[in-house]
């Protein structure tokens, strides 16, 4: 070798902690800001800070969390999936519905199901090519409408009874947390180790970090969309199932707009929706930190809880913002 | 010649009626390097993309290693061992050196679980047996674009690779990082790989190159050894002039000095930019063209860009004709009338899902409409106008700037800046990527511009480009001013002296 390229030519020294600390900024903010939060609502509010509280906020938080785990992962891709909400009560409905065969075909059910409605979605958007905001958004109406005509426009609510093996999943609790809490972690831990330390997890960032290139370079591209629409139905349905095991029947009109708080939630905790970066860590953070807004402003009692939805949209235009400046100095150094 | 490890033969290529390759074939023995040469719409392009499978032929077969091959796909000849290496990098920024370069081939633990330890030891491993030392954990975009390049190819030729096809490798590099890369290329030759290379470096090619192709119109005009063939007469092939004319006129088409008279039309005076500028000064007067040299990162882009009022200073003044710009302000800058051609015209130039017509218009627009509604007539005058001036060849105003060859989206920049009638055209790598011939237009264009009064500002990493383009040019070095020169000073060794003297002091 006659020479040696060393990089990075034009980045000044010096510049690394302020880089790093950015970096950190992006990837970990919403966990900061959710450790002050809790923090200052500890010592303002006596009745935050109690077991009963915050195994509340974490059992009302777990199904927010496991649609916006498939969320993330199809952010990441660059993509996006607006059909989380229906598929969420779709999936609530189909698991009463299915409580005639018994438990396990109460949850299979929905499974399948939503399943099978992100592999179509997931189809159309990356064979078809189709743009996601449009598929997902026709996902949106169409399981809607699914959900409407299992239940006769509404009509007919199917109960999940008390004391079925699915009922008692979703509203037993251990060590003050509800079983849904465990799972919803146990997803992801598994969700965690599947996008960070797996091939699949790499195709995920690199398809976001730059599509073109990703399919010059081998990554199955197509094969990757349609899994993490496929995971993002499942996810949802499967959090659909849990939720209506908890409140004991299917209801028919959950779910609107949740695709939205999602999305707020997976963007709070750091992942771009410009695809390309993120983490499940920062989502889990991103949904805690929704659900602790809103506790708060319930703990303040003469607020306002629709100030909850003024003040969650506040903080992700901030957040937006901080992203959009923090990437740009990255690029820009 | 041992048999050959690539045989293409009588591939025909057409694309809506037209022939875009008529009955090529080329054979490429194991471990040779051969130059693909002619100018853009030539063949080249579609004739690498038929051997990486992006294209399939209409007629005629590739054969690798004596059997036949048809790709479907990209990946199907990358898996059959044919790799190429990308003008733009096909890698991706966000994601770090490690990963990019080891991408669906990291090494796994129990339950398909990637180890990271080891991927980031076997990637530093293999990026330093190429010369390349970098934090492979670092994200891909904190590089430079050369070293991004060196990673390409490192991945390329690190996946079994039989056949390695370079599109233009050296354009965003610098002469060391060249060195390092016709390092590589030696031992791929050592290992039997062959290897197709494509570029518009004459220098290059002779330096690396056993065999050569050179097409015109989708046709082979030439095969054989590069080494019996000079360099005249390669041009001439390439070209289809007569030896005669392309000797007269030299390889560069710049008439030399301009009259540049009178009071600077341009005067930036200690631009400032902690870590990239320091203290430059430039002057331009009407008619004249300097030139800015230096290696890559030397500070000429960000230069051209804090003139442009597109890149924050820290200190720093610019004025046009007398009068004072704000600072950072892009759109004072062209209101003043100061024009900058960026260096990467695909992310900053044009807008390749626009029509020519609607590209040229663009940055004229304020200026053809009134009240906020838009001439249409003056915008067909215009289009008109600098279509026949700049010789744009294009099917008509109306078709997409994406099918145009990259001297001619070229040329619909330069004339996107002329419609603002400026006093001061900035040109960052005029003639990068372009080819022979419409490099030759190109430079013919800046000297005509220049001699109509307009102050050109010309950065170009071709040397020859530089000293025969500009009246003066100034050197660069790490972001400072390291010298100036002109008249009988101005050469290629003087240009190149100023540079090593300041590494070595």
Known sequence: MTSTVTAPAEAPPGAGGRERFFGLMQRHGATAVLVLLVAVGSVSFSSFP???????????????????????????????????????????????????????????????????????????????????????????????????????????????????????????????????????????????????????????????????????????????????????????GLAGALNAARLSSGVTILGTGMELDVIAAVVIGGTLLTGGAGSVSGTIAGVLLLGVIQNLINQI????????????????AVVVVVQTYLSRVQRLR | MADPLLQVSGIVKRFTGVVALDRVSLDLAPGEVHALVGENGAGKSTLIK?????????????????????????????????????????????????????????????????????????????????????????????????????IALARAVSVDARVVVMDEPTSSLEPREVDTLFGVIGRLREQGISVIYVSH???????????????????????????????????????????????????????????ADGAPVLVAGGLTRRHV????????????????????????????????????????????????????????????GVALLPEDRKSEGIIPTLSVRENIALAALPRLSRGGVVSDARIDRIVDTFMKRLRIKAAGPHQRVAELSGGNQQKVLIARWLATEPRILLLDEPTRGIDVGAKAEVQALIDELASEGLGVLLISSDLEELVEGSDRVVVLKDGTVVGELAGG????????????QVEDG
Not at chain 1, 97 to 121: I, K, T
Not at chain 1, 181 to 209: D, E, K, N, S
Request: charged share 15%; net charge neutral.
């Open chain 1, 50 to 236: 109690t077991g009963d509280n915050l195994g509340n906020i974490a059992i009302t938080s777990s199904f927010l969390a496991t649609v916006a785990l498939g969320m993330t992962f199809v952010i990441i891709t660059g993509g996006i999936d607006l059909s989380v909400g229906s598929v969420f009560a779709l999936g609530g409905v189909l698991a009463a519905y299915g409580m005639r065969w018994g438990s396990f075909a109460a949850l299979l059910l929905p499974l399948a199901v939503c399943g099978a409605f992100g592999l179509v979605q997931g189809l159309l958007i990356a064979r078809v090519r189709l743009a996601p905001f449009i598929v997902t958004l026709a996902g949106l109406l169409g399981a809607r409408g699914l959900l409407l005509s299992i239940s006769n426009e509404g009509a007919t609510t199917y109960l999940i009874p008390h004391g079925s093996l699915l009922a008692r999943f979703g509203q037993g609790s251990v060590l003050g947390l509800g079983y849904p809490v465990y799972l919803t972690l146990a997803l992801f831990a598994a969700g965690a180790v599947l996008l960070q330390r797996t091939r699949f997890g790499q195709c995920v960032y690199a398809i976001g970090g730059g599509e073109d290139a990703a399919q010059l370079m081998g990554v199955p591209v197509t094969r990757t969309k349609v899994l993490v629409y496929v995971m993002s139905g499942l996810l949802a």
């Open chain 1, 301 to 316: 009692g003469d607020l306002s809880s629709s100030y909850q939805q003024v003040v969650s949209g506040g903080f992700l």
């Open chain 2, 50 to 150: 038929v051997i990486t499978g992006v294209y399939s032929p209409d007629e005629g077969e590739v054969r690798l290693g004596g059997r036949r091959v048809e790709f479907g796909t990209p990946l199907d000849a990358q898996r059959s061992g044919i790799q190429a290496v990308h003008q733009e990098i096909g890698l991706v920024p966000s994601m770090s050196v490690a990963r990019n370069l080891l991408l669906g081939r990291e090494p796994r633990r129990r339950f398909g679980l990637i180890d990271f330890g080891r991927m980031h030891s076997e990637a530093a491993l293999t990026l330093k047996s190429y010369g390349i030392d970098v934090d492979v954990r670092e994200p891909l975009r904190s590089l430079g674009l050369g070293a991004q390049q060196m």
């Open chain 2, 201 to 259: 470096r004459l220098d290059e090619l002779y330096r690396i190159c056993d065999g050569v192709t050179v097409l015109r119109d989708g046709r082979v005009v030439h095969q054989g050894s590069l080494a019996e063939l000079d360099r005249l007469r390669l041009v001439s092939l390439m070209l289809g002039r007569d030896m005669s004319e392309v000797r007269a006129e030299g390889v560069t088409r710049f008439s030399g000095a301009h009259d």
């Open chain 2, 277 to 336: 500028l320091d203290d430059v000064s430039v002057a331009i007067r009407p008619g004249e063209v300097v030139g800015l040299g230096g290696l890559l990162g030397a500070g000429r882009t960000e230069t051209a860009k804090a003139i442009a009022g597109a890149l924050q200073l820290d200190g720093g003044h610019v004025t046009v004709a007398g009068v004072n710009l704000r600072r950072g302000s892009a759109a004072a800058a062209i209101k003043a």
């Open chain 2, 489 to 500: 000073d101005l050469t290629e060794e003087g240009i190149m002296s100023t540079i090593a």
